[in-house]
């Protein structure tokens, strides 16, 4: 584990007649150590850090912290965009319904490893406006496909700018945010709830007024547009969201990056204009980045250079694959059990989550059928009163993590059984109140559950492998992801067998959650 030290935050408040100081202390992990590959790098990071927490959290931060959200709310968006469409296009052109959601994870998994490395090569800016370009632009084609192949291809082809969101977006905001208001990256997850409630609204009148009736009934295009309208609407949408961010907000490249090109000033300069947008000064000159080249050896001083071209901006981001980094994850046996945990957690609830939000659709109107009021109103009504109960899920998680009793360790663990508990519980509803009120339940319970994960998982890995352990986790996750569509491929949907199995993988979860040995309540990582 690297070691740790207290970081101090000065703060200058000043009011008109009266000058105000405040002093903000954050305890945070050293992720500058000795052993780390690039030591002036590492140097340099360290000074824009406290640079960034002297600035202190202001205007530009929070406009940041809703651009950023816009990235959260693709993230769950185009995944439940897929389970919404899926009766429509299935009953359209009369396909294996499974393979559509095979496509869009097989574009998440690319999206999530290509952006991330394209990020040092281009830069941030370009990564975090190209994903959503992307998303809409394609999204918007797919809406006029004119067979299952080609909606296939479209759909990974924008979940590969889907794939891209968290990983870009996360980094951008934590590399202008001070390590005291690091907990946003929670609440962050109230723009995922978001995105769940916005595909629901514009899916209800959409699929529910221009949807043909399905089987036996043949299903001919003129009479099925709903979906496509739907995939106008939300590619429409994100396109809108674009706009915004590369037209209406000027993100400014992240220091970070700019310092690891070798462009100190442009990294200085940037500093300085989020300074002045927060109305605030900062003290930091190129003259400090320029000193953390001379490291002091011994009595003298040597001069490091580091690589400041593309292929060592790539270089420093595949390091993280790097087995010097892979081994202090499993270094002692404390450490090799809780990565390993955590591994396993993102690999079932990446599995449990797709297979059971994939085909709720499809299962809530069969559902509903039997209770006979399956029409396609009634099934996206009910989806958009699940969505709205989410929403409060991202607020709960950011209060419950700090409470002492529970912390992240144990509001993941309980709050993953309940979501677990009421799927299960879904599948015992003989009528359609009754199986509306329990996925209710999963949905609220499943908002908090992923609020806390996202958060949690940086913080238990040593800060100088951190890039590595999120690697892996995230891996397993997409991975794992590109299962659930197999496994309904040769499930009977007809039945309640993928609740049964999403239902008991989420319980499982909850319990291999309690296993973590370590609780970062209270502290706040770098």
């Known amino acids: 584990m690297s070691a740790t030290h207290s970081l101090k935050g000065e703060y200058e408040n000043e009011k008109k007649g009266n000058a105000e100081a405040y002093v903000v202390h954050a305890e945070t992990r050293d992720v500058f150590t000795d052993s780390s590959l690039d030591p002036v790098y590492q140097a340099k990071a360290r000074i824009l850090n406290e640079a960034l927490q002297e600035i202190g959290m202001g205007k530009y931060q929070w406009l940041l912290f809703i651009v950023a959200g816009f990235g959260w709310l693709s993230d769950n968006l185009w995944p439940i965009v897929t389970g919404l469409i899926l009766d429509p296009v299935v009953n359209e052109f009369n396909v294996e319904g499974p393979l559509l959601k095979l496509a869009q994870n097989v574009g998440l998994l690319v999206g999530a490893v290509f952006w991330g490395v394209a990020s040092d090569v281009w830069g941030r800016r370009w990564s975090f406006n190209l994903t959503l370009l992307i998303t809409g632009m394609f999204a918007i084609a797919a809406g006029g496909s004119p067979n299952y192949v080609t909606l296939c291809a ?7 700018g889907v794939g891209g969101n968290l990983p870009v977006d996360s980094a951008v905001f934590l590399e202008f945010v001070p390590a ?18 916005l595909g629901s609204l514009v899916a209800w009148p959409l699929i529910s007024d221009y949807s043909c009736a399905g089987p036996p009934d043949p299903c001919p295009r003129s009479s099925n547009q709903g979906w496509r309208y739907f995939l106008f609407a939300l590619g429409g949408l994100v396109i809108l969201l674009w706009v915004l961010r590369f037209f ?13 090109r070798g462009r100190d000033e442009e990294a200085v300069e940037v ?10 000064t900062s003290n930091l000159t190129v003259e400090h980045l320029k000193q953390a080249e001379k490291l002091e050896n011994g009595s003298s001083e040597k001069e490091l250079k580091m690589d ?41 609830i990446g599995l449990a989550f797709p297979l059971y939000n ?38 709960i998680a950011g209060y419950c993590v700090e409470l002492p009793f529970l912390g992240r360790r144990g509001t993941l663990s309980i709050f993953t059984i309940l979501t677990g508990v009421f799927i299960l519980a879904s599948t015992t509803a003989r009528t359609s109140n009754a199986l509306l009120g329990w996925n209710c339940g999963y949905s609220f319970t499943s908002n ?42 040769y499930a009977n949907l007809a039945t309640s067998v993928p609740i049964w199995v999403a239902g008991a993988m989420f319980i499982v979860s909850g319990l291999i959650a309690w296993l973590l040995p370590f609780e970062p309540r209270g502290k706040a990582s770098l």
Do not use: C
């Not at 479209?154 to 590969?160: D, H, I, K």
């Not at 500093?271 to 605030?280: E, F, L, Q, T």
């Not at 006979?372 to 699940?386: C, K």
């Not at 998982?457 to 995230?474: C, M, Y």
């Open 154 to 160: 479209l759909t990974a082809v924008w979940s590969v």
């Open 180 to 197: 005291s208001h690091q907990y946003l990256l929670t609440v962050l997850s109230i723009w995922w709830a978001f995105g769940q409630l």
């Open 248 to 260: 209406v907000f000027q993100l400014y490249e992240s220091p970070k990056y700019l310092m690891g």
């Open 271 to 280: 500093i300085h204009k989020v300074a002045a947008y927060n109305g605030k």
């Open 308 to 348: 400041i071209s593309a292929a060592g901006a790539v270089k420093r981001k595949l390091a993280i694959f790097d087995g010097s980094h892979v081994k202090p994850l499993f270094a002692t046996r404390k450490m090799a059990y809780s990565t390993s945990v955590l591994i396993v957690l993102w690999a079932f």
């Open 358 to 395: 994939g085909f709720v659709t499809y299962y809530l109107q069969t559902r509903g059928a039997d209770f006979g009021d399956g029409s396609v109103y009634i099934t996206y009504r009910n989806q958009v009163i699940l969505s709205v109960i989410g929403v409060p899920g991202a607020l």
């Open 448 to 489: 908090v559950m992923y609020g806390v994960l996202y958060a949690l998982s940086p913080e238990l890995f040593p800060t100088k492998d951190r890039g590595t352990g999120n690697a892996i986790v995230a891996s397993a996750n997409r991975i794992f992801g590109i299962m659930a569509p197999i496994i309904a491929l």
